[in-house]
């Protein structure tokens, strides 16, 4: 049998923002030394989204991947380290919870912390579920610290993110998808040619010049050009689970004592972020016009900022939904072109990071086989679909009716698989295994308590440790946790020396 290796030759990216960027330095990286050709279009006369600035742990992990160091990431795009979300009057005004990063807890006589401590508060114990993880421990001091692989400690467990300069971190990826090969034209696509067969063969831009290339990524932003526009995929609304459409954005001056995480506060008409950077501070708030004007959520935003505005407030649009196919022809939309989820918890880079870096696992030829698309479109409907539940979540098990926007959410539509995964954690605390979930068991319990969720009962294989050992674990761990954060530097303090180290 004669093997026909007949690899692509050319990559067309359309746009320049978050996911062009990320597309192109994960393509380039993967591709250098194949002389594959790549090229990326960005329009300019359509502005990026100019958002999306906090970051999850697989951040890290893409900038592990690229071999890029962190701190001359941290440098270049002024860079903070983020170890968790502080959710604020979310399941009821005046309460808050924490959502980190990393692990809560360690295992004990084999049983899942969670369960150890679920029994424990059952008895009356005083702890916060997330009053074990390391992560919560630093946030709450305004402490930070990398712990080192070889010097296992009890602050080992935890994980971090970054929040950065969206601005500056499309800068940095595009230096360095450049000086791996990718080439950059500033034009505006302004048709778009087919083959007969219907895959995408030429961009017409409004200069009278024209690229042509084998295959086309789309990341064109929320108009999705080329995958929804010429190739007529259809999208999944998700509106009816979601129906925020709207944010208001503003930047503000420094904060005087750098968090070392993001703040998402609960308010009448919907929620406000706030993200730390070395050199100002990034506001949103995210609302649904149904219950809020621009006027209103404007005012809103401009009265709870702490810092001085630098900036005009600015409206942003969106629908919530996915494509009905991230990968059709010769086509994969990577970023807002293939759908969008508020950035509750800031999955709208790894969604990013995702789609281009399982596409890269499994490049196609020039047969496009529907095979690998399919499987490629089953992995990325995972990962929305578990990203979606998550986030519905946080809003339907809120005990807020103080507004019409949040009582609308005790009716509001809970999608199935959310449905299942409640009625399971209800009995008896366990949560459903599902590999594609982005977010680990650890997450979703420290959310469901957060949010005031209680399972009707515990595990009974927990009943098979000493209590009182346990009782006495937990209680000698959580002293020893706070402890050791004490002894750390400052998030400030750690950016400032990273940024001095050779
Ligand atoms: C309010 C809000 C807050 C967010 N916060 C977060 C967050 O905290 N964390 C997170 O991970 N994600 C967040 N996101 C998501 C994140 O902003 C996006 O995923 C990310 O910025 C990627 O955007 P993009 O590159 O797909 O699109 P865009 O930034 O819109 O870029 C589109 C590009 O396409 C080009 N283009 C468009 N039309 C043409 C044309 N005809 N010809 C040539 N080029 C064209 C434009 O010039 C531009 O370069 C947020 C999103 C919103 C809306």
């Known amino acids: 049998m004669s093997i026909k290796h007949r690899p692509l030759k050319s990559y067309v990216i359309v746009g320049g923002g978050t996911a062009g960027w990320v597309s192109a330095a994960v393509l380039s990286h993967v591709l250098q030394n194949t002389g594959v050709s790549i090229t990326l279009v960005e329009s300019p006369d359509v502005p990026t989204v100019g958002v999306g600035e906090a970051t999850i742990p697989s951040f890290i992990d893409l900038l592990s991947f690229l071999n ?3 701190k001359d990431f941290i440098a270049k795009t002024n860079a903070t380290f983020k ?17 980190p990063f ?27 579920y997330t009053d074990f993880s390391p992560a919560v421990a630093m946030a709450k001091e305004n402490r930070f610290f990398i712990p080192d692989p070889k010097k296992p400690s009890n602050l080992s467990n935890s994980a971090h993110a970054l929040h950065f300069d969206a601005g500056l971190a499309a800068k940095f990826l595009a230096e360095y998808a450049q000086a791996k090969g990718v080439k950059c034209i500033k034009a505006h696509v302004e048709r778009v040619e087919q083959h007969e067969n219907g895959n995408i063969k030429t961009l017409h831009f409004k200069d009278g010049q024209e690229v042509s290339g084998d295959f086309f990524i789309d990341c064109s932003g929320q108009r999705s050009l080329l995958l929804k526009k010429s190739l ?3 999208f999944v609304d998700w509106q009816h689970y979601l129906p925020v459409n709207s944010a208001v954005v503003m930047q503000t001056e420094k904060m005087s004592i750098l968090a070392p995480y993001t703040e998402s506060t609960a308010h009448d008409n919907g929620w406000r972020w706030r993200i730390p950077l070395q050199n100002r501070t990034g506001n949103g708030f995210v609302f649904s016009q149904d219950f809020c004007s621009d006027q209103q959520a404007i005012d809103l935003l401009s009265s709870q900022v702490t810092e001085k505005a630098i900036n005009e407030p600015r409206i942003i649009r969106f629908t919530t939904g996915k494509m009905k196919k991230f990968w059709h022809k010769n086509c994969l939309a ?3 072109s293939s759908g ?16 281009i870096l399982n596409f890269v696992q499994m490049l196609p030829d020039e047969n496009l086989a529907d095979v690998t698309q399919n499987e490629y479109n089953r992995l990325m409907d995972a990962e929305y679909d578990s990203i979606r539940d998550f986030i519905v979540l946080h809003y339907c098990t809120s005990k807020r009716d103080d507004s019409p926007f949040w009582k609308m959410w005790q009716h509001i539509a809970i999608p199935e698989s959310l449905q299942n995964k409640l009625a399971l954690f209800k009995s008896q605390g366990r949560l459903m295994k599902n590999d594609l979930d982005l977010f680990a068991s650890d997450s979703w319990y420290a959310v469901l308590e957060g949010m ?12 098979a440790s000493n209590f009182e050992l346990i009782q006495n674990i937990l209680k000698e761990s959580e002293v020893a946790l706070k402890r050791n954060v004490q002894q750390l530097m400052s998030h400030e303090d750690y950016i400032t020396r990273i940024l001095a180290s050779t």
């Open 102 to 128: 990393g692990k809560i807890g360690s295992k004990v006589d084999g049983k899942e912390f969670y369960q150890h401590w679920l029994k424990n508060h059952i008895h009356g114990g005083k702890f916060e």
């Open 452 to 463: 005031g969720v209680k399972p009707n009962s515990y595990d009974p294989t927990v009943d």
């Open 232 to 234: 007529r995929v259809g």
């Open 83 to 99: 170890l968790a979300i502080k959710f604020v009057d979310w399941f009821q005004q005046g309460q808050h919870y924490w959502h």
């Open 68 to 70: 890029i160091s962190q």
């Open 340 to 355: 969008f989820l508020e950035p509750l918890e800031s999955t709208g880079i790894h969604l990013i990071m995702k789609g």
């Open 334 to 336: 990577v970023g807002l």
